[in-house]
């Protein structure tokens, strides 16, 4: 079995990443990964979970070329993504052959997220409701022998520097008990690859740049971007927002250019006018970072008239937002994430 | 008695301002008006509520100069003004010969204030708390006849369109029953002025150009900065906050060149990192606006170098904050305060 994909990592297999890094281009990766996890995996199948971000979707599209349509995926609908985007980004992957199942999970999010105000609370009853929703679907199906997952190659450093060397490597996708429950193997088919490195494995696999391209966006989604309380009513607000942001942002050609970006609800009242009244109504923040790690992130500085156009058509067309915040703020000490 | 200054304000007298407006001065004003106070005040003795703010302010110094010790000034401390301000100001005021009582009651204000979220309910209670404090100074006072006010010409205006002509105009200082408990007669030395007039009698009269350059600031000053519950701690984060914020301003030559400008304590749990450990803090809302007349306010596009500067300053030495956001919502809808 070809250590670079299967097995518990060691540290000589770090010191052998560090080795091949110079030399490494992503045709011959794409050609040795597929061919070894062809090896690997035989007839096995294998379930995967897609999130819809970049590591999990070239992972399923590298083992979907070795292993066709055994590879079983699995699209987890939260109830807290963008505004469409489950809907996109599923018939992206449909597009690609992609064998996937979509599972409509936003009602047990959302209603186990009712009155919950605490974050860290709300991190763990989103980590738990992802467990068991991907744990039933994924035992549903038969014969299974292996979890594929999209962990990389920072997540191994992480790891490695936060636990005893190859003891706990970190569990990437929250899978929870499966593996022992369902008596599964791991393969990890990018647990060797930086950031670029995955993107550029991807474009050798012709995914769409719109796939590639996309922005790091949190775990537990707009769940930890709806500050305190999580309700339908709240995301609902939150999506209009974000995507009246995240719309300009692609634009106005800037997308590219930031490493993260998105809007947070803030649950304060704040005062506005309209048409005579006074209205209390949530206020929405701001934020777009630029960094290299996401270890340390600086504020962009957005075009003020970027920044205007933006706030007024939030503030204008946004039913239940009256005032928007543009966060400057440089991690560290305040992080990228509010929550 | 002469109607620019004494008794209820006619529309007749509405139409003698806009005629008089084109030859005013401040010269002649400052003349007329302490001749008039002195006839109309004769030997009485007349109370008057100070705010720090520029109309009661330059209301106190005219009165001054026409019946001296006469005048007597009460100075409420509410323990919602900005950090050292009442000390600072009380200070002026002092330098500047008026006989000014200064009232500590920021216990009171806080007291009532405790477990108060809703925005109306705290406007309510700083309002009549104020009354009361300063009505029980005031009923101290011997022999008083007349109760001064700041009033200014669109204080006038604003009630001539909200009532009836010349019937119900809008009590300025929030001075409650007092006028009838104490059987008072109203004198309103600057009710025909608009806000650049009041300033060009103050410069006239020898005021120190930091307190006729003073921003608006609300009646109910922090305690409807601090969104939410106030406490005595949020208050005293936000003060810090508020400070780096103003002194920047004015180091920067700023701080004459807006309308307005403060800091605002979000009731919020932002998370950040410092020395590796995970924080939960208090994010401040960072307010900078230009206007002509207050009913309209476009923020201000503040350098970005001095934006990074401030967030730095405030996130790295006030305890408390770990965030900092920039306000960027036109008036209207949203209005300049939050609360």
Known sequence: ??????????????????????????????????????????????VLGLSGGVDSSVSAILLHK????????????????????????LAAYKGMGLNVTSVRAGAKFLGDLAGVVDPEQKRKIIGRDFIEVFDAEAQKLKDIKWLAQGTIYPDILESFSAHKPGVSVKSHHNVGGLP??????????????????????????????????????????????????????????????????????????????????????????????????????????????????????DWVRLPYDFLETVSNDIINTVQGVNRVVYDISMKPPATIEWE
Chains 1, 2 share one sequence.
């Not at 990964?33 to 062809?38: D, M, W």
Request: aromatic share 6%; glycine share 10%; net charge negative.
């Open 1 to 46: 079995m070809d250590n670079r994909f299967f097995g518990t990592p060691t540290r000589e297999l770090l010191e052998q990443k560090e080795r091949e890094r110079s030399g490494w281009n992503p045709v011959t990766y794409v050609a040795e990964a597929i061919e070894a996890l062809k090896q690997g995996l035989g007839d096995d199948k294998v």
């Open 66 to 89: 070795a292993i066709g349509a055994r590879l079983h995926c699995i699209f987890v609908d939260t109830g807290l993504m963008r505004k469409n985007e489950h809907d996109e980004v």
């Open 180 to 297: 022992e429950k369902m008596n599964l193997k791991i393969v990890e088919p990018l647990r060797l690859l930086f950031k670029d490195e995955v993107r550029r494995v991807g474009r050798e696999l012709g995914m769409a740049s719109e796939l590639l391209g996309r922005h790091p966006f949190p775990g537990p989604g707009l769940g930890v971007r709806v500050l305190g309380e999580v309700t339908p009513e709240k995301i609902a607000i939150l999506q209009e927002a974000d995507k009246i942001f995240t719309d300009a942002l692609r634009a106005e050609g800037l997308y590219d250019k930031v490493w993260q970006a998105g809007a947070i609800l803030l649950p304060v009242q704040s005062t506005g006018v309209t048409k005579g009244a006074r209205t209390f109504e949530y206020a929405v923040a701001l934020r777009c970072v630029n960094s290299v790690d996401a270890m340390t992130a």
